[in-house]
């Protein structure tokens, strides 16, 4: 079964400042999609990036980028002039590709809290 | 466009009493999802649905719990009878799927469920 793990519980960054929240996952698939989502504490699930394993190219999508390592399963998101509004817990999310048997589930690490001082 | 609708946000009832979450998927979207997050167990997968039939149930804890999709605009998860430990925040989601490809799930606000 596939398995995500993100290793840091809370994590803080200063205004303005750079900080990488990290996730790693297991498959034994060579089709699939990671994502990171934010949940704010109005708990809404937002989809901050999303990466296609079949893709060399880290996604970016303007301040928020990923570093997608897919030999070592690693697919860490990096968020540069950290904003306060970027309070909010993190989650990697994994999910299979086409003819996977999951249907599309996603599996979800345990979350990273991320704290922006002003 | 609307996204996905959930209600009601808040539902607080005593054990024993039954529990209808409701869904407004994304019009246009063929694949809806519900999900459930706790403390303990964090965020999972309870069913899914594609083209309005029941695709994965493997999540849904027991028979206590049941959904339904009669059409493509709306979804239920009924809890019956609710017990304490169903506390939770019960996400809807929903995507495209074609070709046995889901497209990115969109999530709605949540319903946080506390029973007494």
């Known amino acids: 079964a596939q398995t995500v793990t993100q290793s840091q519980p809370e994590m803080s960054v200063q205004e303005a400042e750079t900080v990488t929240l990290s996730c790693t996952y297991d498959t034994s698939e060579s089709d699939y999609y990671l994502f990171w989502y934010k949940q704010p504490p109005s708990r809404q699930m937002i989809l901050v990036i999303r990466q296609e394993a079949y893709k060399q190219q880290n996604a970016t999508e303007n301040r928020f980028s990923v570093n997608f390592q897919k030999a070592a399963k690693s697919f860490s998101l990096k968020i540069s002039d950290s904003q306060l509004g970027d309070a909010a817990m993190y989650f990697c999310a994994y999910r299979e590709g086409a003819g996977g048997t999951s249907y599309g589930k996603l599996t979800f690490g345990q979350g990273t809290i991320l704290t922006v001082h002003p | 466009d609307a996204g996905v609708i959930q209600s009601p946000r808040h539902e607080v009832t005593e054990m024993g009493q039954e529990v209808t979450l409701r869904c407004k998927p994304i019009?246009?979207?063929?694949?809806l999802f519900w999900y459930r997050q706790t403390m303990m167990r964090g965020l999972e997968l309870l069913i899914y649905?594609?083209?309005?039939?029941?695709?994965?149930d493997s999540g849904m804890p027991e028979d206590r719990f049941s959904a339904k999709m009669p059409n493509a605009s709306f979804s239920t998860l009924k809890i019956q009878p609710s017990e304490p430990r169903d506390s939770a925040v019960y996400f809807c989601?929903?995507?495209?799927?074609?070709?046995?490809?889901?497209?990115?799930?969109?999530f709605g606000p949540g319903t946080r469920l506390t029973v007494l």
């Open positions: 989601a929903s995507s495209r799927t074609s070709g046995g490809s889901t497209d990115t799930q969109y």
């Open positions: 019009s246009g979207h063929n694949s």
């Open positions: 649905f594609n083209n309005n039939v029941p695709i994965d």
